[in-house]
């Protein structure tokens, strides 16, 4: 074996931990010299600055933004680079990781675990072996092999030496202590789970499973799969990742880059809107009402109220001279406006022009007939007429440029603006909607605000013209860029990388509007952007109006939703898959997979929490468990006064209990302030105060912040209150119920819900 790995030479099949070592080694020195190769090439590309043609710039930048995504790539999948190998019938033998690796002379070193290739890996058993002899699994900690298992799947090659253990690499993955960030699957991925990774990417893909199921993991590496398998069509466009929460995002964010992808959007729900951070919705009762799919035709409404005529003729001063303007002269600028079919803000463009035409007709005709018939050229009264301040005036009076900020605002802080936009609302429901203005948006608000942004428009009164010399630039630009991608691209197919460079991606660098960005960079700051596809994770809680904004960004309607209906706890929560996409998606585009196998939370825990459920009317998907677990959940009554210690107590025991690992105790809103505020004395700075403080010792979070999210040992407080401040729903207490990975501990001073 060689310094360069370009003679590897793979491990016969009883080579033992020693000799996979050598050959990791030997991936590891080639990992480091194509980092040192693409260092050495970008310095080089960035060294030459801008000189030359524009083809000649274009193909400099090209090559820049190549080796720019190459090495962020080479950087991500440093940890644990392959995990898996596969001895088949053929004799051949294929190392399976992160991404694709080839030595100096194209001899193929490692596959991705994406490519059709190492699609066995995971989907090989002993009844359809496809082909496999034996799967080793390589246990790697940083860089060092630490073991491995075996598989051997054709008994004919069975001996005494050789381990047979099948699902010892998952259990270990499912015993390691949680940390805090989300890991990948990637080296334990199922069966089932990888089928619906790779299943095509059209129309919609529902993937309903239950707790511990794998959901997520599944919905991100299906993320990584559909960007490796159709690159070039969603490179350029881009693929969506929305999530409930900025917490829960911040939780997965280091799967992806650890998967090979480092260029998908990331997104939860309320931070969907360039610019605006939506706060929890207070009330549940008004994101109940903001989520309704009515608000596309309230919203329509109120943009269309904001046009109006004047009910008496009024005069305006030009440059000294008065001008009567009647209610129909303003109604057939309206009219005249409207009839372009465009946005708002944009049809005000049109609407401006004829007022002022019509404005300065009559004024050329008084002041004709002041001069007696003086034919001067008059060509500056448009202008005059434009400037004036009475005509500014009342133009805006008729039609003033809107924000979605400022109509929102308006809508819930004017009361008759919302009746008049909103007739089919109750009374009661638009008394629950007024706030004061100058009120921070919620996540509830965003959807509302995206769709009033579509009908309002650019606010810029140029923005038509503006656009079409950008589109004549832009068309110049990929031309240029094609050039050099066409130039480029046989060099880069020299050195083994394929799929990382396009004509979008060079033109854009090339723009003169800013710094380089990403297609998923550009897509952030632009909320008129489309994608190709769309991951939307706890899709259970989306309410229509979020369905709504999201449908619309992506054209094709190609989207993954992951969820469980028996976990839902928002006021739009959907119970019924079928009738949560029919207004967006025909019946024959809906297909609905299922996960089986609970591989999170021990059975003796989830016998509980099904128990629950089911004594509560909660329809869950039948789970099955990969193990029993170690310890028996336990309930623990105390009296009212006594609740607060109690729970300290509880999750000072399974701190000791487990030695090390994530505890978390999920409590009552009520009770969130007093509990932290109890084990920040025990705990100090081993104390995690939320959601987004998940790496500590101890965590303290309501129901709806432990959603997604997953610990070592869990402590539920007061389940009974968990399900009266949701209204009634048992979802909320089966989410905490169902968070722990080995432990659990319930304390209560009320009466228990029915099944415990």
């Keep these: 074996m060689t310094e360069t790995a ?69 950087n991500a999948v440093d940890d644990r680079l392959v995990f898996g190998r596969l001895d088949l ?107 619906i990774i790779r299943a095509d990417r059209s129309g919609v893909l529902v993937v309903q499973g239950g707790p511990g199921t794998g959901k997520t993991a599944v919905a991100l590496h299906r993320a990584a799969y559909l960007l490796y398998a159709h690159r070039e069509r969603l490179k350029s466009a881009g693929v969506l990742l ?56 309230i919203l329509d409404a109120a943009v269309e109220h904001r046009q109006r005529s004047i009910p008496e003729p009024r005069e305006v001063t030009v440059e000294g001279t008065a001008v009567t303007v009647t209610p129909k002269m303003i109604r057939r600028g309206i009219e005249r406006a409207r009839a372009t079919g465009k946005p708002y803000n944009e049809a005000r463009a049109t609407f401006v022009k004829v007022m002022v035409r019509e404005i300065a007709e009559k004024l050329e ?11 001067a050229d008059r060509a500056y009264l448009a202008e005059d007429v434009r400037t004036s301040r009475d005509v500014r005036v009342l133009l805006n009076l008729c039609w003033l440029p809107r924000t ?30 007024q706030r004061r203005p100058g009120s921070p948006f919620t996540s509830s608000d965003v959807p509302l605000l995206d769709e009033a942004a579509e009908l309002l428009g650019d606010l810029d009164e140029t923005a038509g013209r503006e656009e079409a010399r950008q589109k004549i630039s832009r068309q110049k630009d990929l031309e240029n860029a094609q050039k050099a991608v066409e130039n480029a691209v046989p060099q880069l197919e020299e050195m083994g990388i394929e799929g990382f460079l396009d004509a979008e991606a060079v033109a854009s660098m090339n723009a003169e509007s800013g710094p380089t960005l990403s297609a998923a960079e550009r897509a952030t700051l632009d909320r008129s952007w489309t994608y190709g596809h769309i991951v939307v994770d706890e899709a ?26 028996a976990q839902g706890s928002s006021p739009s929560a959907s119970s019924n898959w079928g009738e949560a996409f029919e207004p967006f998606v025909d019946e024959d585009r809906l297909r609905i997979e299922e996960l089986t196998v609970n591989y999170r939370t021990p059975g003796r825990i989830v016998e509980l929490a099904e128990r629950v459920a089911d004594a509560n009317g909660l329809q869950t998907t039948s789970l ?54 109890q084990l920040a004395e025990r705990f100090g700075t081993r104390l995690g105060r939320g959601a987004g403080s998940l790496t500590q010792d101890v965590v303290a979070l309501t129901a709806d912040e432990a959603k997604g999210l997953e610990f070592d040992g869990v402590v539920v407080a007061e389940p009974a209150e968990l399900v009266d401040q949701a209204g009634g729903k048992v979802g909320p207490l089966y989410v905490a119920l169902t968070r722990s990975t080995r432990s659990l501990q319930v304390v209560s001073s009320q009466p228990l819900p029915a099944g415990f």
């Design 6 to 74: 370009d003679l590897v030479t793979v491990p016969p099949l009883e080579g033992g931990v020693d000799q996979e070592r050598l050959y990791v080694a030997a991936l590891y020195r080639r990992l480091d010299a194509l980092r040192r190769e693409k260092e050495a090439q970008l310095a080089k590309v960035r060294s030459t600055g801008a000189v030359g043609t524009m083809q000649n710039i274009s193909e400099r930048d090209a090559f820049a933004t190549m080796y720019e995504d190459r090495l962020a790539q080479l």
């Design 624 to 677: 099955r468990t990969v193990r029993e677990g170690d310890h028996a959940p336990e309930v623990t009554p105390v009296q009212e006064s006594e609740i607060l210690g109690a729970v300290v107590q509880a999750v000072e025991d399974e701190h000791r209990r487990l030695g090390e690992g994530l505890v978390a105790a999920i409590v009552p809103d009520r009770l969130i302030g007093a509990v932290r505020e």
């Design 404 to 433: 979605p900020q400022s109509l929102l605002e308006d809508l819930f802080s004017k009361p008759q603006y919302l009746t008049d936009a909103a007739p089919q609302l109750s009374d009661a429901e638009r008394e629950l909607l």
């Design 242 to 297: 929305v999530g409930p929460s900025s917490a829960f995002m911040s939780y997965i964010e280091r799967v992806l880059p650890s998967l090979g992808e480092t260029g998908v959007v990331m997104s939860s729900l309320a931070d969907l809107y360039p610019g605006v951070r939506g706060v929890e919705e207070p009330d549940a009762r008004v994101a109940e009402i903001k989520g309704r799919v009515d608000w596309v035709e």
């Design 365 to 375: 005709r008084i002041i004709e007939k002041r001069s007696q018939g003086n034919d």
């Design 540 to 565: 259970q809680e989306l309410s229509a109006m979020q369905w709504h904004v999201l449908f619309r960004r992506c054209p094709l309607k190609s989207v993954t939703a992951v969820g469980d209906t």
């Design 89 to 195: 019938d053929t004799g051949e033998t294929r190392y399976i990781g992160r991404i694709g690796l080839t030595s100096e002379a194209r001899q193929r070193l490692m596959l991705d675990w994406r490519a059709p290739e190492a699609g066995v890996f995971y989907q090989a058993t002993a009844f359809a072996r496809q082909g496999v002899r034996r799967r080793r699994h390589l246990m790697l900690k940083h860089r060092q092999v630490q073991g491995l298992e075996d598989e051997v799947l054709d008994a004919s090659v069975l001996e005494e030496d050789v381990e047979n253990h099948g699902d010892g690499a998952l259990l270990a993955a499912l015993k390691a202590r949680r940390t805090g960030q989300m890991g990948d699957i990637v080296a334990t991925i199922q069966a089932e789970q990888d089928r």
